[in-house]
T-cell receptor, first 113, second 112 residues
């Protein structure tokens, strides 16, 4: 069965410093992995996705994520945080064999001035 | 703009009432998903349709039902509403099972 774990419910970083949001997944087949961002009172916006091409995936707004099969991880990073990055981030896993799409519980990113 | 349209954006209704939330998927997308997001439960998957047929079911209450019509738009019907049904309801769509899921802006439901 698939599962996804976001290791931190809240992350606080100072503006201009790196961001790391951690995500571990479990899937017995080749998964597709996504990161979504949700700003307050808004819908979820796709940041980036991994679908078995390059393991380092670049997304919008300077975010990227690296698929590490050996560690079953898909951590989201950004070199320099901006105030506008304050939001909730969801890691998502799906695979070819069933129609279930599993969302992590979300990580709320706080940006300190 | 994701291309997924949800109406209404906001809705206030009384307990015991019934409401219908509507979703138009992105052009060409065959799959429609419904999610409920509340402060205490987080993001919960309710149900998925693919080309008019129910494909997957999540934590959807018996008081709730959904359908996808031949033109691929979908409706989520919520009946015998309770205070705890107050939430943000998202519709999302994708081209197929493996496709990227695109979310609408959501419908805010407040039950008073």
């Amino acid at each position: 069965a698939q599962s996804v774990t976001q290791l931190d419910s809240h992350v606080s970083v100072s503006e201009g410093t790196p961001v790391l949001l951690r995500c571990n997944y479990s899937s017995s087949y080749s998964p597709s992995l996504f990161w979504y961002v949700q700003h307050p009172n808004k819908g979820l916006q796709l940041l980036l996705k991994y679908t078995s091409a390059a393991t380092l995936v670049k997304g919008i707004n300077g975010f990227e994520a690296e698929f590490k099969k050996s560690e079953t991880s898909f951590h989201l990073t950004k070199p320099s945080a901006h105030m506008s990055d304050a939001a909730e981030y969801f890691c998502v896993v799906s695979d070819l064999r069933d129609d279930k799409i599993i969302f992590g519980k979300g990580t709320r990113l706080h940006i300190l001035p | 703009d994701s291309g997924v349209t949800q109406t209404p954006k906001h809705l206030i209704t009384a307990t015991g009432q019934r409401v219908t939330l509507r979703c138009s998927p992105r052009s060409g997308d065959l799959s429609v998903y419904w999610y409920q997001q509340s402060l205490d439960q987080g993001l919960q998957f309710l149900i998925q349709y693919y080309n008019g047929e129910e494909r997957a079911k999540g934590n959807i209450l018996e008081r709730f039902s959904a359908q996808q019509f031949p033109d691929l738009h979908s409706e989520l019907n919520l009946s015998s509403l309770e205070l705890g049904d107050s939430a943000l309801y998202f519709c999302a769509s994708s081209l197929n099972r493996q496709g990227t899921i695109y979310f609408g802006e959501g419908s805010w439901l407040t039950v008073v």
